[in-house]
């Protein structure tokens, strides 16, 4: 998936010692899956550059939907640009506001659904990278969210929503042939590894082990599910039209040795 696909968990199943601190695990697990992600990157920063001449009087304003620990946020703020963050899960906001207020950066982070927006403000700019748009469980989700992207932008902004299309489905013979993710943090070691992923009823469904080892050597197991749905750009514009929007050229993320690319729909008012 590209970036790993965001994190979505929906089932998890442990064994072994309990975890003293789950917020702590949460924000390393999604670091570790999605936050090295870096191949969408220049696509944010040049759309953010661009959208700097329409907005001369003050800084562009910019809305990252499914903002995470800040791994888009953060860069775009480290260029200038105020960002705001938004993710329903409060610890990644919490975990995004202290990132940027280590580094003194104009970056913050509100706590929302991505399909109920209500932030009283318009962005120049507004990004849902990753596969945040296929987090929302189908049309009616993507419908409500789609509103959301229409009144919160401003009369020359724009949108642009990442997605993938072609997923290539493989079992547990073909994974077993994949390195796992690995991160040490002073000793404890946290390794994420995909087991499948299935293409089926309209979603795409990734399944991961994750193991966390101790340095005594103690090992914590649970299992991580991420449900998309599935979605190609026409159906998309086509959505996008319905809620009002107006449909701009597509844009590419493309692919790396490790994770497929994106096609990015944009839309502006």
Known sequence: MSGGARAGRITAAGTGPTRPDPDLDHVRWHDLECG??????RL????????????????????????????????LA?????????????VFCAELRRRAAIRSLPAAAAVSDARELRLGERFGLILAPMQ??????????????LAGVRDHLTPDGVAAIAMVEDVEPFGADEAAHLAPDMKDHA??????RPVGVTVQDGRIVLDRVREIVSPTGQRHESTD???????????????GRAAGLRVLPLREV????????????????
Do not use: C, I, K
């Open 36 to 41: 090295g992600y870096r191949a969408d990157l």
């Open 44 to 75: 944010w920063r040049t759309l953010a550059d661009e959208q700097v001449p329409h907005h001369a009087d003050a800084p562009v304003r910019v809305l990252d939907l499914g903002s995470g620990t800040g791994r888009v946020a953060l860069d």
């Open 78 to 90: 480290s260029r200038g640009h105020r960002v705001l963050g938004v993710d329903v899960d409060p």
């Open 132 to 145: 945040t748009v296929q987090l929302l469980d189908g049309p009616s989700g993507r419908a409500a969210f």
């Open 187 to 192: 000793g404890t070691v946290y390794a994420s």
């Open 225 to 239: 599910r991420t449900v998309l749905d599935v979605l190609d750009a026409d159906g998309l514009e086509d959505e």
């Open 254 to 269: 493309v692919a790396t040795g490790e994770h497929v690319g994106s096609r990015v729909v944009m839309f502006g008012v």
